[in-house]
């Protein structure tokens, strides 16, 4: 009799161990399936198809919220997902509180220094900054910089992110004294981490050279514009949004210096390749015709600056909205044309509408 009592137990305690087991590995499961649908939504969005991407987004909420709840990792990393594709979408308001409700949520489940909390930290930085709004983006850009610092250490490629981010907005701010040794320090780092044929790098070559463009050190932005369309070249090849970029700064450069005819070639093959490979209704394709059109003004050619303008505004105006910031300067652009052609009757409005957009 007591061996059977003994086999009661024994036999429980392995009926409950192993559905303890099944219920750990069903939870993974869960969690597998909402980052594969968030990973989904984040290749719409790259594609800026931001309805679909939200739609998908929103299966991997219901499942986290019925299976983990609201205070739970996965919610957080939709509500981090859902903010990510307003953001791109450029509807920033919005995407300021879903940022917000997935900071609070890795707060509280993950704690501070986790790698969640700070990527929360830097997408609410980079919004701010977007938004205009300096002070806040500095704080979270420093909060992120310590918490990345403490856990990964100075050699990892995210607290290189964490620096250039940093740069970029002291570089919007026109602190360029505070945004290039930042620069060199992430640029020197992610040499010695990713190498000099990575995204990253190359990306950071590119807000350095920005940077000296802006400080009219044409001698230092230069050969690092040429670098990094070498390097987009050999890695990615000439039919590539990145090559297009870079084609792209290095206009600008000739532009400043007064080449016209250099920017003027570059402008074009950039534009062709933005027009093959993203299509018209992309804001790199109007970025690029606004950059050309600005060429042609600055040469006096109104009649070749106009349509540009006028084309750039209204692919802005279809796919970033009319309240968009880069909406409001294709209309500032357009007045200072409409202006320069002393056309003021059309240049008023434009000018009065701008700076209604950006709240000023």
């Known amino acids: 009799m007591k061996a059977r009592f003994l086999l009661f137990p024994a036999f429980f305690l392995f009926f409950f161990a192993s559905a303890r087991a099944q219920g750990v590995v069903d939870s993974l499961a869960v969690v597998r399936e909402v980052d594969s ?93 977007d938004m205009g709004n300096y002070e806040k983006a500095e704080l979270f850009h420093l909060e992120a ?32 004294e505070k945004a290039e040794p930042l620069y060199l320090e992430a640029l020197a780092i992610r040499e010695n981490t990713l190498g000099k044929e990575h995204s990253d790098y190359v990306s950071n070559l590119n807000d350095l050279a920005n940077l000296y463009l802006d400080l009219s050190n044409y001698e230092k932005a230069e050969p690092l514009f040429v670098e990094a369309l070498t390097v987009w070249e050999k890695t990615v090849g000439k039919k590539h949004i990145y090559y297009a970029l870079g084609l792209n700064n290095l206009a600008l450069l000739y532009k400043s210096i007064g080449n016209y005819e250099k920017a003027q070639t570059l402008y074009l093959e950039s534009l062709s390749i933005f027009e093959q490979v993203s299509g018209k209704e992309h804001p790199y394709y109007a970025h690029c015709q606004l950059d050309l059109a600005n060429l042609y003004s ?46 003021y009757e059309k240049a008023e409005p434009l000018y009065l509408e701008s700076p209604a957009i950006l709240g000023l």
């Open 37 to 129: 649908l968030i990973q989904v939504s984040r290749t719409l969005t790259g594609k800026r198809e931001f309805d679909k991407a939200l739609e998908v987004n929103a299966v991997a909420e219901k499942i986290a919220l019925e299976k983990f709840g609201r205070e739970s990792a996965s919610y957080g990393s939709v509500c981090f997902n859902h903010g990510r594709v307003l953001y791109f979408k450029g509807d920033f308001p919005e995407a300021e509180k879903w940022y917000l409700e997935s900071k609070a949520i890795r707060e509280q489940v993950l704690g501070k220094e986790h790698a969640d909390y700070a990527w929360s930290l830097n997408n609410l930085a980079n919004l701010y900054s």
């Open 145 to 176: 910089l310590v918490i990345r610092e403490k856990t990964l250490g100075k050699e990892h490629s995210d607290y290189a992110k964490s620096l250039n981010n940093l740069a970029l907005l002291y570089w919007k701010m026109s602190n360029y």
């Open 298 to 343: 600055n040469m006096g050619n109104y009649e070749k600056a106009q349509p540009l303008y006028l084309e750039a505004l209204a692919i802005r105006g279809k796919i970033l909205g009319k309240g968009h910031p880069e909406y409001a300067l294709s209309l500032q652009n357009l007045a200072v044309l409409y202006k320069r052609m002393g056309n």
